[in-house]
């Protein structure tokens, strides 16, 4: 399947209707395209007895056949075609077969298994004559899509609660239905064919491996549609997927069209559609029920209730397809298309999780470049492990099932199962196992890794997993034809695979034929069979040293050194490896064996290793290897020392045959209580964990409050656990033990904080201070966010807010978008905290933050957990939200920025401090990007700001044409005055919480000179105003004007359409600098907020200039005093009255001579922040940073003779204490930075505005993001 961004007709050229195929992706690009509503809800309507089901020909059938819909394209035919036509008639480009239950499975209730190739090919014919008629009454092309249902049977669940490993259909079974029911519908002529509300991935899989069959041995391909069913709130299939894992399940099929149809209606929908939409380069489809089912069954959401709900996805660019399931009619379809026509189709992400392989259990796993070391755990596999071999032999899948969610609990993320045992039926096995996992949440949640050296068992586990696995493995082992056979067969089930470095010759044991195995497997998985690069994974062989042969010591140095070889030189690839294989010269020696598993590790890891099978929890940590013993290790793995072998045998005799890991040492339970409760946290040891903890809460002299030792020991304890994991010397089962040391010891202490609470309340109560309505410092809504379980680190910061006052709701682990902001809205609350540790945590918080906008919250955000970081949260989450989001590094700081949040004074200075802050590591961090890319200007003009024109209704000015203002009163100006800029000059700048005006007088190193200067100024303001010896002048205009393409025009008259030849043009410069992956903000330019001429709406432009007079006069009396200090106040002062003028003459704008607000009522400070409607940019500044844009405004206001106010040669105006800019009204009108642009503009500018290239690069060379001859 062509990528759904892919614009080339020649893609489409191995389909079987080649125009067809191209002319549906084409169509998705220009507009959102309609599908048909619900077939059975209109078939309810016709109220058909028995009789009316069974028509002539079923007339004696042996079984009842009412309810039976899918029957009534052969004996109802009419009204089949009925339905149809009305649907495409009320707007519907496809019409979907009457085939929901058309499988032979389904068909079994009703003993017509035989009928189903029939029935599918006259339920595609009477669509596709249907869509024929349409198309030849409206001259628009009608599509038929060829359903395909659930079936009433899945693959992941027992229809037994006795025995849950039971299934009542098989894979082959599914396979072999859809085949059949794909053949009828193909060729009864449907343009697509939709596998549809899927409830069960494993099904769906099941049909795309038939069709995916189908397309390559009997027919010519057609479009894929998929369309998935999250079954309540929850956002889970019926199956238990979350939408995520669901689409990286089905995306091998490359889909034309993916998305979510049922169970839903609209507004329970939105937030799985965006998560689909996030998350797939496919075309999203929707097409909800008429709201949730009331009490007898029925929907009550009318077509106006929900085409509304609809309108809001198509206006948030969340949309490709939409139509309607349970419920909807064609009123309902042709509500709908109305409602959708004027919006743009949902845009594709420029960049889709570049650079990672997806998996998926019940929920999505991303293993990007830097992702930290994936554990694959390896304890359920029959030939590494007895016990578990035993477990399986003798049956007990009951116990083998607590192995593989230990290994989950103790931090597998891969969970690798192996059956390869001589006396076992392996495929049997693997099928009884995988299906009992299934039915483990806690298990299946993670991906499997399907693990045999019979491809034929890896066919059974693959047949019995919904998500997306990873196969282990295929080699060259018996040439290419079996290598490309398996690997197609792996990409046909949409699975990883591990690539063995075997080929024809055997084992590679030297770098250079491992790389050139590797390679050459490379090559032929992408170039051959299309397999992502991002899903192989490379195993060089991690094969056993100290053998005692010298051909074996350099093995662990070959596999090292072949990894950094292979990840250099294979981009996208990945590379895993057997840990155990290494040290199997000390079997039976498991403290050394993992002393060398952990410091082989630390160096493969290094080298490139990103995954391996391992038992990671029983890994030491690389610096708690006794020193003896890590020098042997090193000496091994490095083979430094040709007596090491010797070295390390003796070393085990010493220590024991067999010895188990000694006791460690108590010698640290004799250090300070401090020093113990660190050694506890790093080592993970919860033994001591209460009596250490109660030691040092019983030192009140040193502790004098519960929560300090927590603030305290604790949290130093875990920054070193932090530390180490970040360095690689932590691994994850480990991080998670410190954690429950940690967890432990805050639960002792929690009984003594709530008492300490009491104690205080009741005293409050004595003194008559406590106040039941003010008892909390305030409210914070806290959440680990939604995939993503760890949350030791927001437990911690609830436990220290909650000793301080305030009321915390934790919503615990995994929690939805929707969830965190639905409980602050109803719980009032003050701050939201968002929590997680992984990387794809990160993903979801900017997600969180763009919803929170989106919805209208006006709460801080805090962002905190170990892969958070001051730079992601101010370069990727703060410009989605325009609240304050603030980065907390930890337990300890969250208090002090929470109370400043609560604070309304302090809260101003800090977000300022804040925002300047973050705003600097913006630039930093952007201006380090030496590869950035950039969009070609064509492109991101079709990313423009989306307006809904149709429904805008500009306000007309008070009058067109121009104002001028002789002499401004300056007592209006004063109020208005910005002092911070006014400190800036005097180099006086105070230190948070006393930044700002007027708390800068509160500083202690700047406060009382800034006092100082400021009331010296406020007697020279006086002083101006009483002599009259500044003077404000400026001027003011509106015309009727339209955006053509970047550029505004203006007009003298305001008639519509604009026509004719314009006052003047005001030419813009557009974002071209590509945006974070996964961003889908638009790319500005000033022309995005006036209406397009081709809209035909009335729309308006403005502009000012305004300067004081008279600085000048008075700089030279003082300079002929030598009184410099008065030349700079002068200066000073006449700046911040010629901003303020500016800022006072765009209030009276908004509420008096354009009047589109005239009910704003803003203080000062709201003003400078800019919390009001419209803007006012102005030429050489970030939005249009073109000074040449200034003559185009001299010369239509005659700004020079009407103000006196002069362009110099290098366009600075003079007076210097002057201001000018354009004025814009749309509510979605916002500054902007244009950024860098690419040469294709700055000639297309050029070209535009009549300039030589060479001079408008003169003029914009700090924005050209090329080097200029």
């Given at each position: 399947?062509?990528?759904?961004?892919?614009?080339?007709?020649?893609?489409?050229?191995?389909?079987?209707?080649?125009?067809?195929a191209?002319?549906?992706?084409a169509?998705?690009?220009?507009?959102i395209?309609?599908l048909?509503?619900?077939?059975?809800t209109?078939?309810?309507?016709?109220h058909?007895?028995?009789d009316?089901?069974?028509?002539?020909?079923f007339?004696?059938?042996?079984?009842?056949?009412?309810?039976?819909?899918?029957?009534?394209?052969?004996?109802?035919?009419?009204?089949?075609y009925?339905?149809?036509?009305a649907?495409?008639?009320?707007?519907?480009d496809f019409?979907?077969t009457?085939t929901?239950?058309?499988?032979r499975?389904?068909q079994?209730?009703?003993?017509m298994?035989?009928?189903?190739?029939?029935?599918?090919?006259?339920?595609?014919?009477l669509?596709?004559?249907?869509?024929?008629?349409?198309?030849?009454?409206?001259?628009?092309?009608?599509y038929?899509?060829?359903a395909?249902?659930?079936t009433?049977?899945?693959?992941?669940?027992?229809?037994?609660?006795?025995?849950p490993g039971?299934?009542?259909?098989?894979?082959?079974?599914?396979?072999?239905?859809?085949?059949?029911?794909?053949?009828?519908l193909?060729?009864g002529?449907?343009?697509?064919?939709?596998v549809?509300?899927?409830?069960?991935t494993?099904?769906s899989k099941?049909?795309?491996?038939?069709?995916?069959?189908?397309?390559?041995?009997?027919?010519k391909?057609?479009?894929?549609?998929?369309?998935?069913?999250?079954?309540?709130?929850?956002?889970?299939t019926?199956?238990?997927?979350?939408?995520?894992?669901?689409?990286?399940?089905?995306?091998?099929?490359?889909?034309m069209?993916l998305?979510?149809?049922?169970?839903?209606?609209?507004?329970?929908?939105?937030?799985?559609?965006?998560?689909?939409?996030k998350?797939t380069?496919?075309?999203?489809?929707?097409?909800?029920?008429a709201?949730?089912?009331?009490?007898?069954?029925g929907y009550?959401?009318?077509?106006?209730?929900?085409?509304?709900?609809?309108?809001?996805?198509a206006?948030?660019?969340?949309?490709n397809?939409?139509?309607g399931?349970c419920?909807?009619?064609?009123?309902?379809?042709?509500?709908?298309?109305?409602?959708?026509?004027p919006?743009r189709p949902r845009?594709?992400?420029?960049?889709?999780?570049?650079?990672?392989?997806?998996?998926?259990?019940?929920?999505?796993?991303?293993?990007?470049?830097?992702?930290?070391?994936?554990?694959?755990?390896e304890?359920?596999?029959?030939?590494?492990?007895?016990?578990?071999?035993?477990?399986?032999?003798r049956?007990d899948?009951?116990?083998?099932?607590?192995?593989?969610?230990?290994q989950v609990?103790?931090?597998?993320?891969v969970l690798?199962?192996n059956m390869?045992?001589?006396?076992l039926?392996?495929?049997?096995?693997m099928?009884?196992?995988?299906?009992l996992i299934?039915?483990e949440?806690?298990i299946?949640?993670v991906?499997?890794?399907?693990?045999?050296?019979n491809?034929?068992v890896?066919?059974?586990?693959?047949?019995?997993?919904?998500?997306?696995?990873?196969?282990?493995?295929i080699?060259l082992?018996e040439?290419?034809?079996?290598?490309l056979r398996?690997?197609?067969?792996?990409?046909?089930?949409?699975?990883?695979?591990?690539?063995?470095?075997?080929?024809?010759?055997g084992?590679?044991?030297?770098?250079?034929?491992?790389?050139?195995?590797?390679?050459r497997s490379?090559?032929?998985?992408?170039?051959?069979?299309?397999?992502?690069?991002?899903?192989?994974?490379?195993?060089?062989?991690?094969?056993?040293?100290?053998?005692?042969?010298e051909?074996?010591?350099?093995?662990?140095?070959?596999?090292?050194?072949?990894t950094?070889?292979?990840k250099?030189?294979l981009?996208?690839?990945?590379?895993?490896?057997?840990?155990?294989?290494?040290?199997?010269?000390?079997?039976?020696?498991?403290?050394?064996?993992?002393?060398?598993?952990s410091?082989?590790?630390?160096?493969?890891i290094?080298?490139?290793?990103?995954?391996?099978?391992?038992?990671?929890?029983?890994?030491?940590?690389?610096?708690?290897?006794?020193?003896?013993?890590?020098?042997?290790?090193?000496?091994?793995?490095?083979?430094?020392?040709?007596e090491a072998?010797?070295?390390?045998?003796?070393y085990?005799?010493?220590?024991?045959?067999g010895a188990?890991?000694?006791?460690?040492?108590?010698?640290?339970?004799?250090?300070?209580?401090?020093?113990?409760?660190?050694h506890?946290l790093?080592?993970?040891?919860?033994?001591?964990?209460v009596?250490?903890t109660?030691e040092?809460?019983?030192?009140s002299?040193?502790?004098?409050?519960?929560?300090?030792?927590?603030?305290?020991p604790?949290m130093?304890?875990?920054?070193?656990?932090?530390?180490?994991?970040?360095?690689g010397?932590?691994?994850?089962p480990?991080?998670?033990?410190?954690?429950?040391?940690m967890?432990?010891?805050?639960?002792?202490l929690?009984?003594?904080?709530?008492?300490?609470?009491?104690?205080m309340?009741e005293?409050m109560m004595?003194?008559g201070?406590?106040?039941?309505?003010?008892?909390?410092?305030?409210t914070?809504?806290?959440?680990?966010?939604?995939?993503?379980?760890?949350?030791i680190g927001?437990?911690?910061?609830?436990?220290?807010?909650?000793?301080n006052n305030y009321?915390?709701?934790?919503?615990?682990?995994?929690t939805?978008c929707?969830?965190i902001?639905k409980?602050?809205?109803?719980?009032?609350?003050d701050i939201?905290?968002?929590s997680g540790?992984?990387?794809?945590?990160?993903?979801?918080?900017?997600?969180?933050?763009?919803?929170?906008?989106?919805v209208?919250?006006?709460?801080?955000?805090?962002?905190?957990g170990?892969?958070?970081?001051?730079t992601?949260?101010?370069?990727?989450?703060?410009?989605?939200?325009?609240?304050?989001v603030i980065?907390?590094?930890?337990?300890s700081?969250s208090?002090?920025?929470?109370?400043a949040?609560?604070?309304?004074?302090q809260?101003?200075?800090?977000?300022e401090?804040?925002?300047?802050?973050?705003?600097?590591?913006?630039?930093?961090?952007y201006?380090?990007?030496?590869?950035?890319?950039?969009?070609?200007?064509?492109?991101?003009?079709?990313?423009?700001l989306?307006?809904?024109?149709a429904?805008?209704e500009?306000?007309?000015?008070?009058?067109?044409?121009?104002?001028?203002?002789?002499?401004?009163?300056?007592s209006?100006l004063?109020?208005?005055?910005?002092?911070?800029?006014f400190f800036?000059?005097?180099?006086l700048?105070g230190?948070?919480?006393?930044?700002?005006y007027?708390?800068?007088?509160?500083d202690?190193?700047?406060?009382?000179?800034?006092?100082?200067v400021?009331?010296?100024?406020?007697?020279?303001l006086?002083k101006?105003?009483?002599?009259k010896?500044l003077?404000?002048?400026?001027?003011l205009?509106?015309?009727?004007?339209?955006?053509?393409?970047?550029?505004?025009?203006?007009?003298?008259e305001d008639?519509?359409?604009?026509?004719g030849?314009?006052?003047?043009t005001?030419?813009g410069?557009?974002?071209?600098?590509e945006?974070?992956p996964g961003?889908?903000?638009?790319?500005?330019?000033?022309?995005?907020?006036?209406?397009?001429?081709e809209?035909?709406?009335?729309?308006?432009?403005?502009?000012f200039?305004?300067?004081?007079?008279?600085?000048e006069?008075m700089?030279?009396?003082?300079?002929?005093?030598?009184?410099?200090?008065?030349v700079?106040?002068?200066k000073?002062?006449?700046d911040?009255?010629?901003?303020?003028?500016?800022?006072?003459?765009?209030?009276?704008v908004r509420?008096?001579?354009?009047?589109?607000?005239?009910?704003?009522?803003?203080?000062?400070g709201?003003?400078?922040?800019?919390?009001?409607?419209?803007?006012?940019?102005?030429?050489g500044?970030?939005?249009?940073p073109?000074?040449?844009e200034?003559?185009?405004?001299?010369?239509l206001a005659?700004i020079q003779?009407?103000?006196?106010?002069?362009?110099?040669?290098?366009?600075?105006m003079?007076?210097?204490a002057s201001?000018?800019?354009l004025?814009?009204a749309?509510?979605?009108?916002?500054?902007?930075a244009?950024g860098?642009?690419?040469?294709d503009q700055?000639e297309?500018?050029?070209?535009?505005?009549?300039?030589?290239?060479?001079?408008v690069?003169?003029?914009?060379?700090?924005?050209?993001s090329?080097?200029?001859?």
């Open positions: 399947m062509p990528p759904a961004s892919d614009s080339g007709a020649a893609s489409w050229s191995e389909y079987r209707d080649p125009e067809v191209a002319k549906i992706a169509t998705l690009r220009e507009r395209m309609i048909d509503g619900g077939m059975g209109m078939i309810q309507g016709y058909l007895e028995e009316g089901y069974r028509g002539d020909e007339k004696d059938w042996h079984k009842l056949l009412k309810g039976n819909n899918d029957l009534l394209s052969l004996t109802q035919p009419s009204i089949v009925d339905i149809h036509k649907y495409l008639e009320a707007g519907a019409a979907e009457n929901f239950s058309g499988t499975i389904a079994a209730d009703y003993g298994e035989e009928l189903v190739y029939r029935l599918n090919k006259v339920s595609a014919e669509a596709k004559k249907a869509a024929d008629k349409v198309t030849a009454d409206t001259g628009v092309q009608r038929v899509v060829g395909l249902g659930p009433n049977r899945t693959l992941s669940i027992s229809p037994s609660v006795e025995d039971l299934r009542n259909v098989t894979w082959d079974e599914l396979v072999e239905a859809y085949a059949e029911q794909a053949r009828g193909l060729d002529g449907s343009d697509v064919l939709m549809e509300t899927i409830f069960d494993a099904n099941a049909a795309l491996f038939a069709l995916s069959q189908l397309f390559e041995e009997e027919y391909p057609v479009p894929i549609f998929v369309s998935g069913t999250i079954v309540d709130r929850s956002g889970r019926l199956s238990g997927q979350t939408s995520e894992a669901f689409v990286i399940s089905v995306s091998q099929a490359e889909p069209c998305g979510l149809n049922c169970a839903l209606g609209a507004t329970e929908m939105r937030p799985f559609i965006e998560a689909i939409g998350n380069t496919s075309y999203v489809l929707c097409y909800p029920n709201g949730l089912p009331n009490a007898l069954g009550d959401e009318t077509p106006e209730i929900m085409a509304e709900h609809l309108r809001v996805f206006k948030d660019g969340l949309l397809l939409v139509g399931c419920g909807t009619t064609p009123a309902h379809i042709k509500a709908i298309a109305d409602a959708v026509r919006f845009k594709f992400p420029s960049v889709l999780h570049e650079g990672h392989m997806l998996l998926s259990g019940l929920e999505p796993m991303y293993v990007g470049p830097h992702t930290l070391f994936v554990n694959i755990g304890r359920c596999n029959v030939a590494g492990s007895r016990a578990f071999s035993k477990m399986i032999q049956g899948y009951e116990k083998a099932l607590s192995v593989a969610k230990l609990e103790m931090g597998a993320q690798d199962i390869d045992e001589g006396m039926d392996g495929k049997a096995a099928a009884r196992f995988l299906n299934a039915t949440p806690e299946c949640k991906p499997l890794c399907i693990d045999s050296s491809f034929a890896i066919e059974a586990g693959l047949k019995c997993s919904q998500g997306k696995c990873i196969v282990n493995s080699s082992k040439g290419e034809d079996d290598f398996k690997a197609r067969t792996v990409k046909r089930y949409g699975a990883a695979v591990v690539v063995m470095a075997f080929d024809e010759t084992q590679a044991t030297d770098v250079e034929h491992k790389v050139k195995i590797c390679t490379y090559n032929l998985l992408v170039e051959k069979v299309g397999f992502n690069p991002c899903d192989i994974i490379f195993d060089p062989n991690i094969l056993t040293i100290a053998t005692g042969m051909e074996h010591n350099e093995y662990a140095i070959n596999f090292i050194e072949a950094k070889i292979i250099k030189t981009p996208g690839c990945r590379v895993s490896g057997g840990l155990s294989n290494l040290s199997f010269s000390f079997r039976g020696m498991e403290r050394i064996r993992e002393a060398m598993h410091v082989f590790l630390y160096h493969a290094k080298a490139g290793m990103d995954m391996g099978i391992v038992n990671a929890g029983n890994l030491p940590l690389y610096d708690d290897i006794s020193e003896e013993l890590l020098k042997l290790c090193e000496d091994l793995i490095w083979n430094k020392d040709p072998t010797e070295k390390m045998l003796a085990a005799q010493v220590h024991g045959k188990k890991k000694e006791q460690e040492s108590e010698e640290w339970r004799s250090r300070s209580v401090e020093e113990r409760l660190e506890s790093v080592k993970g040891i919860d033994k001591y964990a009596e250490d109660e040092a809460r019983s030192n002299e040193r502790y004098p409050r519960p929560l300090n030792v927590i603030e305290g604790l130093k304890g875990m920054s070193i656990v932090g530390d180490l994991f970040g360095a010397k932590m691994f994850l480990q991080v998670i033990k410190s954690a429950r040391v967890k432990k010891a805050v639960a002792h929690i009984p003594f904080m709530e008492e300490e609470k009491a104690s309340k005293q004595a003194e201070t406590w106040d039941e309505n003010a008892k909390y410092a305030g914070i809504v806290l959440a680990t966010v939604k995939g993503d379980v760890h949350d927001k437990n911690i910061v609830g436990v220290v807010l909650g000793c009321r915390v709701i934790d919503l615990g682990v995994m939805p929707e969830k902001l409980t602050a809205v109803e719980e009032n609350a939201i905290g968002l540790l992984i990387t794809p945590s990160l993903d979801e918080m900017i997600f969180v933050a763009k919803e929170m906008e989106r209208g919250l006006k709460l801080p955000l805090l962002i905190g170990a892969t958070t970081s001051k992601h949260t101010a370069v990727k989450i703060a410009p989605r939200y325009k609240e304050p980065h907390v590094l930890d337990a700081k208090v002090v920025v929470c109370s949040l609560m604070d309304e004074d809260k101003e200075d800090l977000t401090d804040v925002a300047e802050e973050y705003e600097e590591i913006r630039e930093e961090h201006d380090s990007l030496k590869d950035r890319k950039y969009l070609s200007i064509e492109k991101a003009r079709s990313r423009k989306e307006v809904d024109w429904s805008y500009a306000v007309r000015p008070s009058f067109t044409g121009t104002m001028v203002f002789d002499d401004y009163d300056l209006r004063v109020d208005y005055i910005d002092w911070k800029p800036d000059v005097w180099q700048r230190k948070y919480p006393n930044r700002g007027p708390k800068i007088f509160k202690e190193t700047v406060g009382e000179e800034a006092k100082k400021f009331n010296e100024a406020q007697a020279m006086r101006i105003q009483e002599e010896l003077t404000a002048r400026g001027l205009g509106f015309w009727p004007a339209c955006s053509v393409g970047d550029d505004v025009q203006v007009f003298q008639s519509l359409p604009r026509e030849i314009p006052l003047a005001f030419y410069l557009r974002q071209q600098a945006k974070e961003v889908t903000d638009p790319y500005l330019c000033l022309s995005d907020c006036v209406a397009p001429r809209a035909r709406v009335r729309d308006y432009c403005g502009l200039a305004v300067s004081v007079f008279g600085a006069e700089c030279r009396k003082f300079k002929a005093e030598f009184d410099d200090y008065n700079i106040m002068v000073a002062l006449a911040r009255l010629a901003e303020a003028f500016a800022e006072e003459l765009h209030e009276r509420r008096e001579f354009w009047g589109y607000s005239p009910e704003e009522h803003l203080d000062t709201d003003l400078h922040r800019v919390r009001y409607e419209g803007i006012r940019p102005a030429p500044y970030p939005s249009q073109d000074h040449t200034k003559l185009t405004m001299w010369e005659d003779s009407a103000t006196g106010i002069v362009l110099t040669e290098s366009l600075a003079d007076p210097a201001v000018s800019g004025f814009f749309h509510p979605k009108a916002v500054y902007f244009v860098k642009i690419g040469k700055v297309d500018y050029a070209r535009r505005k009549k300039m030589d290239v060479s001079t690069e003169k003029w914009l060379g700090p924005n050209l090329y080097e200029t001859d």
